[in-house]
């Protein structure tokens, strides 16, 4: 019935179709589903995947959504309409933003709409190490206790981007009032230097967007380990 709410699911899935190591291709994919749909998808191919997602996607939107709906059908006032509340929309999307020898960055976009008065969404990265078949994680990154020094990095940074000097004039803008800067293991690798990425709400109110704070490696050289392969291959391509 067209003149009833609905569902709307849109995926745009990247993965890796061919290669001459079957096993690499296998064994990326699975990560990349993993990371894309969720754990309980690893086991499955792409196809698999796909389709099992967008079938629980519509049995939850119906188990949810159809008995409230019906409910508030037969109690609405002639003439009004509810629609858009029970409308939902779900966007993800992923692409290779960066492949550089053994270093592939890969993109997850997220967009959702369940009702109330904005959706969300939020970007997510997976930095992959081809060489080990694992992802790359900060403490792979840096060496020794750098969390503290790497905190502080991020916080001039930011003040440099925002063109302020103190850490009281971020807070005053609306940066770190609904949660810590610290660094998210939501990163990128790049050419220049390694950016970090916090989606809304994760420092600052959704009205703010998404905030990336970009260190060159040269201002984090004292705190890099020297002998990571891929780090080494993705500042000298």
């Keep these: 019935d067209t003149t009833k709410p609905a569902c709307n699911l849109i995926i745009n899935?990247?993965?890796?179709?061919?290669?001459?190591?079957?096993?690499?291709?296998d064994s990326l994919n699975t990560f990349l589903v993993s990371t894309f749909f969720g754990d309980k998808y690893m086991t499955m191919t792409p196809e698999e995947a796909i389709k099992k997602y967008t079938?629980?996607?519509?049995?939850?939107?119906?188990?949810?959504l159809e008995p409230m709906y019906k409910k508030d059908e037969q109690e609405k006032e002639k003439g009004a309409s509810m629609e858009a509340?029970?409308?939902?929309y779900k966007g993800v999307?992923?692409?290779?933003?960066?492949?550089?020898?053994?270093?592939?960055v890969y993109r997850i976009d997220y967009n959702e709409y369940t009702g109330g008065a904005h959706g969300i969404y939020m970007s997510t990265f997976l930095n992959m190490d081809l060489h080990t078949l694992t992802p790359v994680?900060?403490?792979d990154l840096f060496a020794g206790d750098y969390k503290e020094a790497l905190t502080d990095l991020l916080w001039?940074?930011?003040?440099?981007?925002?063109?302020v000097a103190t850490r009281r004039e971020l807070e005053d803008i609306g940066y770190a009032t609904t949660g810590e800067l610290e660094p998210t293991e939501n990163?990128?690798?790049?050419?220049?230097?390694?950016?970090f990425y916090y989606n809304v709400y994760d420092i600052a109110p959704y009205v703010m967007g998404p905030i990336k704070i970009t260190?060159?490696?040269?201002?984090?050289?004292?705190?890099l380990k020297d002998d990571y392969m891929v780090l080494n291959e993705v500042r000298n391509p």
């Design 13 to 25: 899935f990247a993965y890796a179709g061919k290669s001459s190591d079957a096993k690499l291709k």
């Design 55 to 64: 079938e629980k996607y519509i049995k939850d939107y119906r188990n949810d």
């Design 85 to 88: 509340w029970y409308s939902y």
């Design 93 to 104: 999307e992923s692409r290779v933003q960066l492949y550089i020898k053994h270093l592939l």
């Design 137 to 139: 994680r900060l403490d």
């Design 156 to 163: 001039n940074q930011l003040m440099a981007d925002n063109k």
């Design 187 to 195: 990163f990128y690798l790049g050419q220049e230097g390694i950016t």
């Design 215 to 223: 260190l060159p490696y040269e201002m984090m050289q004292h705190l």
